[in-house]
Every structure is written in C-alpha cells, then in structure tokens.
T-cell receptor, first 112, second 114 residues
Framework: DAKTTQPTSMDCAEGRAANLPCNHSTISGNEYVYWYRQIHSQGPQYIIHGLKNNETNEMASLIITEDRKSSTLILPHATLRDTAVYYCIVRDTTSGTYKYIFGTGTRLKVLA | DVKVTQSSRYLVKRTGEKVFLECVQDMDHENMFWYRQDPGLGLRLIYFSYDVKMKEKGDIPEGYSVSREKKERFSLILESASTNQTSMYLC?????????????FGDGTRLSIL
C-alpha cells in the first residue's frame, strides 16, 4: 500500500507556480520524501528528495512541514512540458530493498 | 546525467517464448532494479541486484529470473511468457542501497504477450 496520498488531478496556468501537495502522515524519522514525474509513455523522472529541510534544485522546490507529515512540490514557472503524473513517494525501508511504493499520483495539466 | 537505457521500447512476443529484456546504466551504479507497472497497481518490484552476480527477489518474482554478469547490465528473463506478463517493464539504478539515494529509471519496455 502506498504510504502517501495526493490529489488525483490539478490544473495550472502556464507561467504560474504549480503547488502539488502530498500527505505522508505515517512517515518515520529516517524516511526521505521523493518526488518523481512520469510523462506519458516514458519512465519516471527523478525530481527532488528531502528529509526535513526544504530543498531546491534546478527543477523544483520541496517544502516539508515541520512535523514531516506533509510536503509540497513547487514548480516555480510551469510550462506545457510539465504536464505529467507526479508521484510523491516515501521509500519502504523495512524490507531492506529500499523499494519505491508508487501511489496513484497527481495528474498535473498545465494550460496555455 | 544518469543514463539508464532499455533495449526495446516496444516488444511483442508469443505465449511460451523465452523473453529477454536488457538494461544498461552508464553511471557505475551498484544497484539495479526491475519493476513492472500496471494501471491501478502502480510499480511493483520484481527483482533487484546490489552487486555483480548478486540478486534479491522483490514482491513478484514468480515467472521471472534475472542476470547480472557485468556491473552496468541487468537482464530480466521471462522463462515462458504468459499473457498476464503483458505490462510496462521499468529498469532503474541507484548508486548505493541507502534511503537517501534516488533511483533513476529508463524509459521502459512495453511488452505484449499474445
């Protein structure tokens, strides 16, 4: 079972910031939050990950709440090419495989 | 940038055939993974490898085997393909097997078993 919950879909105007929320209320102390996106017919693309501090890279920013029970991925200036399914993932550390458990994700549509 | 290359984007095979899916990574990563992705089921781990000639079963290994003879290459083998193995297959790699190392995925192989 996925350890995260995300809205099913969101729209965002081109050029505006896209804010994608994620709840991970059962996250434990050593578990990182990862974000990936998947454009139709391609493999998942790594975006960013974090533990408890906010993170920023060339693609996006990740804001993690102080209690770590939720996070927000921010695409600062969304473009049409950002239309994709976005997955928020907390890795399973219990089995030793460090596998990903992908939920259903948020389908982001960037509108012209 | 990390590059994970899967040998085929689309593949059509027949029931009972032995099928080989190949994956190559160019970043000297220690770990490689095979997942399958099906609508409504998300990604499910089939096998992973943490070193050359080493492998571990994931959640759904039945009907599959793997081979890792070289560090950069990880092969998934369907011993006798069946229609329920029609799926999108994704290969991934990561530098180390720790919680703060992201996995990087290839573009997938969409396999159809007729």
């Amino acid at each position: 079972d996925a350890k995260t919950t995300q809205p099913t879909s969101m729209d965002c105007a081109e050029g505006r910031a896209a804010n994608l929320p994620c709840n991970h209320s059962t996250i434990s102390g050593n578990e990182y939050v990862y974000w990936y996106r998947q454009i139709h017919s391609q493999g998942p693309q790594y975006i960013i990950h974090g533990l408890k501090n906010n993170e920023t890279n060339e693609m996006a920013s990740l804001i993690i709440t102080e209690d770590r029970k939720s996070s927000t991925l921010i695409l600062p200036h969304a473009t049409l090419r950002d239309t994709a399914v976005y997955y928020c993932i907390v890795r399973d550390t219990t089995s030793g495989t460090y596998k990903y458990i992908f939920g259903t994700g948020t389908r982001l549509k960037v509108l012209a | 940038d990390v590059k994970v290359t899967q040998s085929s984007r689309y593949l059509v095979k027949r029931t009972g055939e032995k099928v080989f899916l190949e994956c190559v990574q160019d970043m000297d990563h220690e770990n490689m993974f095979w997942y399958r992705q099906d609508p409504g089921l998300g990604l499910r781990l089939i096998y992973f490898s943490y070193d050359v000639k080493m492998k571990e079963k994931g959640d759904i290994p039945e009907g599959y085997s793997v081979s890792r003879e070289k560090k950069e290459r990880f092969s998934l083998i369907l011993e006798s393909a069946s229609t329920n193995q029609t799926s999108m297959y994704l290969c991934a790699s990561s530098l180390f097997l720790t919680v703060n190392q992201p996995q990087h995925f290839g573009d997938g192989t969409r396999l159809s078993i007729l």
